[in-house]
């Protein structure tokens, strides 16, 4: 039997995606006399925010995820990111591979929306790994699964995470909207002779701030 371990050794912008992606760099090292022929891994990434500490514009920011400061102690808890797949291809003792991590804008994703929040520091990450290795030795193929406890942790700046939407979303985001919503913006602008949804937003904010005045 061959032990397999894994170790994130960084986490960067994937710079030719189409779409944001990060590339999770992982060290794999596997223990024993036989080489490995191939691992069909699959990892599982969550986001410990226990693990740091958070601004008073955090705070603000983390409010429709945990509620208010006072009670984090009972609402935050850690929180599935995402899950991705790779195929490692063979290699004996040790190896580097890239784990592909699809990321979203989306603020009605909670960890999008937790991401968000955060001015500087780091994303506290959990990694979860699984999967199946294929080994090659001098009685054949052995076939074993990936113990249920390999796992690591990884502190991501969360300038990484900036830096990959702005490189997708320069100066801009967007929102999912409901389809009604969407035709009653369009008419909205249109009838006021406005360029952009944007502007057609902008002129809806500033009117309910003149309301709020009143």
Request: aromatic letters at 10%.
């Given at each position: 039997?061959?032990?397999?371990?894994?170790?994130?050794?960084?986490?960067?912008?994937?710079?030719?995606?189409?779409?944001?992606?990060?590339?999770?760099?992982?060290?794999?090292?596997?223990?024993?006399?036989?080489?490995?022929?191939?691992?069909?891994?699959?990892?599982?990434?969550?986001?410990?925010?226990?693990?740091?500490?958070?601004?008073?514009?955090?705070?603000?920011?983390?409010?429709?995820?945990?509620?208010?400061?006072?009670?984090?102690?009972?609402?935050?808890?850690?929180?599935?990111?995402?899950?991705?797949?790779?195929?490692?291809?063979?290699?004996?003792?040790?190896?580097?591979?890239?784990?592909?991590?699809?990321?979203?804008?989306?603020?009605?994703?909670?960890a999008?929306?937790?991401?968000?929040?955060?001015?500087?520091?780091?994303?506290?990450?959990?990694?979860?790994?699984?999967?199946?290795?294929?080994?090659?030795?001098?009685?054949?193929?052995?076939?074993?699964?990936?113990?249920?406890?390999?796992?690591?942790?990884?502190?991501?700046?969360v300038?990484?995470?900036?830096?990959?939407?702005?490189?997708?979303?320069?100066?801009?985001?967007?929102?999912?909207?409901?389809q009604?919503?969407?035709?009653?913006?369009?008419?909205?602008?249109?009838?006021?002779?406005?360029?952009?949804?944007?502007?057609a937003?902008?002129?809806?904010?500033?009117?309910?701030?003149?309301?709020?005045?009143?």
């Amino acid at each position: 039997m061959t032990d397999v371990t894994f170790a994130v050794v960084g986490v960067e912008p994937e710079p030719y995606a189409v779409t944001p992606i990060l590339n999770a760099r992982l060290g794999i090292a596997a223990v024993g006399d036989d080489p490995i022929h191939a691992i069909a891994l699959r990892c599982q990434v969550r986001i410990e925010p226990m693990r740091r500490g958070y601004s008073d514009d955090e705070g603000a920011g983390l409010a429709d995820l945990f509620g208010p400061r006072e009670r984090w102690a009972t609402t935050m808890h850690n929180f599935q990111w995402l899950q991705t797949t790779a195929m490692v291809q063979g290699f004996t003792g040790a190896t580097q591979v890239n784990l592909p991590l699809e990321c979203t804008y989306d603020f009605e994703v909670a960890a999008s929306k937790y991401l968000h929040a955060l001015r500087d520091g780091a994303v506290p990450l959990q990694f979860l790994f699984s999967g199946t290795v294929f080994s090659k030795g001098t009685r054949g193929f052995a076939v074993q699964q990936v113990p249920w406890d390999r796992e690591d942790r990884f502190e991501m700046p969360v300038s990484v995470w900036r830096e990959l939407m702005q490189s997708h979303y320069p100066n801009t985001g967007w929102l999912r909207l409901d389809q009604d919503t969407i035709e009653a913006l369009v008419a909205y602008r249109s009838a006021r002779g406005l360029l952009t949804l944007d502007d057609a937003v902008t002129s809806l904010l500033a009117t309910a701030s003149s309301e709020e005045v009143r």
